[in-house]
């Protein structure tokens, strides 16, 4: 502000001074009024709607002296600086002046009034400054209540969004050739797009899939429930994995139907997957990968090993194909499945070495969901940066 924009309260009870301050203080440009003494001070202010900046006051007047002034300011009026100018420099009068609230305090008489003009400009200058942090803390305050207000929303809509996702997983299957079919996931901070099939379809094939979608939040959520609406409808309208001949390409087809879909729906995303179907009558197993990591480790008799493979993942590439592979399955056996959130909670720094130790993990369990869990300590995860899917198939083992 500019000092004319200023407006300036001067009380003392002495003519000479009181017209000497109105004077120089007018010449340097502020608008000044005056008052004799307490009483006719706290008129002006309490019938004035237009409050002065700030206030000269002296400390002996008549009709009640400058401290009971700074009292009844200190009370009605907190927020108006004011500077002290007075011939009675007593210490015990100087500290009581500044803890009631005084800027400043100047010793009568002012032989040079330029010192009273620094002190006035340097208290408005903290005045402005204080009303501006002020302004500020109520927006950051304002700023803060619509951010917490908005991260409820968020973290409703996370759980809404786990909720619905958990709904269109399995809950656990069992066939009469003895598989058992198991999974879990580990939520991380944010709603993500790990998802877990699978099916027992004509009491025959059991297919199964374990989907990770690009990146987080709910829209990677929304493309799991369009990825379970999808398969769902190609095994109930085309016949997916329901015949013998769909049990050799069924999953090549799948993959394609979804990396078409995700083009032309334009969607953002991209998948990896692990797609497999397990013929429950021979003992067979068809897979194809799109780009899945870690892939799945077999645990036989004989030890573990991971399942060999590679394909690109779905909704990249516009016109792709996937690579059949096949694995006959022993009398006994655990096949498990992660989602690539497991790799960052192992400790080691290179892929290489995660994956050996991952690999080391479930070789020391039996293979099943609850074993594997055990042995990679899942249960006692918390805060994981990204969802830790874990699906096993298992036959013979417990």
């Given amino acids: 502000m500019t000092p004319a924009s ?78 002290v100018v007075s011939g009675a420099g007593v210490m015990n009068d100087v500290v009581t002046a500044l803890r009631l609230g005084a800027r400043d305090y100047l010793i009568k008489p002012l032989v040079d009034l330029e010192v009273l003009v620094h002190s006035i400009d340097k208290v ?25 207000e908005n991260l409820r929303v968020l973290e409703r809509d996370q759980i809404a969004g786990r909720r619905v996702q958990r709904r269109l997983m399995p809950s656990g299957l069992a066939t009469e050739e003895g598989y058992q079919v198991a999974h879990t996931i580990v939520p991380s901070l944010f709603l993500s797009g790990d998802f877990v099939d699978y099916a027992h379809i004509k009491k025959r094939y059991l297919a199964f899939y374990l989907a990770d979608v690009s990146g987080h939040g709910a829209s990677s959520a929304f493309v799991t429930i369009w990825l379970k609406h999808l398969v769902s409808r190609m095994v109930r309208e085309e016949g997916l994995f329901g015949d013998e001949h769909s049990f050799v390409d069924g999953a090549d087809q799948m993959l394609r139907q979804i990396n078409r879909e995700l083009h032309e729906t334009r969607l953002s995303h991209h998948l990896t997957l692990f797609v497999g179907v397990i013929d429950t009558v021979t003992h067979k197993m068809h897979y194809v990968v799109a780009g899945h990591l ?58 290489a070495d995660k994956e050996a130790h991952l690999l080391a993990l479930v070789a020391a369990s039996t293979g099943t969901l609850e074993s594997v869990s055990d042995s990679l300590v899942i249960k006692e995860m918390r805060d994981n940066p990204d969802d830790i899917a874990v699906l096993s198939i298992s036959r013979g083992v417990s």
């Fill in 6 to 83: 200023r407006k300036l309260l001067i009380i003392d009870d002495d003519a000479l001074v009181r017209q000497s301050l109105v004077t120089y203080l007018s010449d340097s440009g502020y608008s000044v009024q005056f008052a004799t003494d307490t009483h006719s001070a706290l008129t002006i202010l309490q019938s004035d709607s237009t409050k002065p900046d700030l206030i000269i006051t002296d400390l002996r007047m008549p009709n009640g002296d400058g401290l009971q002034l700074l009292h009844a300011l200190h009370d009605q009026f907190p927020e108006l600086p004011v500077i």
């Fill in 124 to 148: 408005l200058d903290r005045q402005d400054l204080e009303a501006e942090n002020l302004r500020y803390r109520a927006q950051l305050e304002e700023a803060n209540r619509e951010l917490k």
């Fill in 294 to 351: 870690p892939m799945p480790i077999l645990v036989t008799e004989s030890g573990a090993e991971y399942l060999t493979g590679y394909g690109k993942p779905a909704g990249i590439f516009k016109d792709v194909s996937w690579q059949l592979y096949e694995r006959d399955l022993p009398e006994k056996f655990a096949l498990v499945c992660f989602s690539d959130g497991v790799l960052e909670m192992l400790p080691q720094t290179e892929l």
